[in-house]
T-cell receptor
Framework: QKEVEQDPGPLSVPEGAIVSLNCTYSNSAFQYFMWYRQYSRKGPELLMYTYSSGNKEDGRFTAQVDKSSKYISLFIRDSQPSDSATYLCAMSEGTSYDKVIFGPGTSLSVIP | DGGITQSPKYLFRKEGQNVTLSCEQNLNHDAMYWYRQDPGQGLRLIYYSQIVNDFQKGDIAEGYSVSREKKESFPLTVTSAQKNPTAFYLC????????????FGDGTRLSIL
């Protein structure tokens, strides 16, 4: 079983839809959770950064962490064509020399 | 504007050749990282450095080498020992290690001639 799993998609939605992107993980010691957006031929851009369980909202984006289920989600409201990208989840335990583990990414297309 | 600059954007390697990818940051971050990205796979860590003149191997360090002589610079050399070097290489930095969020450059795409 991979440490972090993510449905690769592709996911295609109409403009204005609510998008739900998800990751599951196996390491119960993960405490820091991140979502990155990556456009084609570009580096990942940090969207959301959360610690432990709970919700965090930033504009049209909401990140949810459920540590009991080892499940994290990113919701995008009122999706726009400019949201079309690959979304990577990432997580770490947060110790000094700890690594960040990335999911393989979900490809999202928002159709005008 | 603060950020991470990777160069070149595209690079071609001949058989038996070593090539060096540049990564420079002006974010005043202590930690820097090199990742390899292949289609359908997550980012895989090649090397990382928490402080100047110190670096550690990541999960796939074989065939790669790095140096960290200056805080702002972390070049990656892909040696001829790396038999499958074709990939998208990403450099990142963070304020510190552990759970600190990483900020990425725009990558270098390396191909074999």
């Amino acid at each position: 079983q991979k440490e972090v799993e993510q449905d690769p998609g592709p996911l295609s939605v109409p403009e204005g839809a609510i998008v739900s992107l998800n990751c599951t993980y196996s390491n119960s010691a993960f405490q820091y959770f991140m979502w990155y957006r990556q456009y084609s031929r570009k580096g990942p851009e940090l969207l959301m950064y959360t610690y432990s369980s709970g919700n965090k909202e930033d504009g049209r984006f909401t990140a949810q962490v459920d540590k009991s289920s080892k499940y994290i989600s990113l919701f995008i409201r009122d999706s726009q064509p400019s949201d079309s990208a690959t979304y990577l989840c990432a997580m770490s335990e947060g110790t000094s020399y700890d690594k960040v583990i990335f999911g393989p990414g979900t490809s999202l297309s928002v159709i005008p | 504007d603060g950020g991470i600059t990777q160069s070149p954007k595209y690079l071609f390697r001949k058989e038996g050749q070593n090539v060096t990818l540049s990564c420079e940051q002006n974010l005043n971050h202590d930690a820097m990282y090199w990742y390899r990205q292949d289609p359908g796979q997550g980012l895989r860590l090649i090397y990382y450095s928490q402080i100047v003149n110190d670096f550690q191997k990541g999960d796939i360090a074989e065939g790669y080498s790095v140096s960290r002589e200056k805080k702002e610079s972390f070049p990656l050399t892909v040696t001829s020992a790396q038999k499958n070097p074709t990939a998208f290489y990403l450099c990142a930095s963070s304020i510190g290690g552990g759970g600190q969020p990483q900020h990425f450059g725009d990558g270098t795409r390396l191909s074999i001639l």
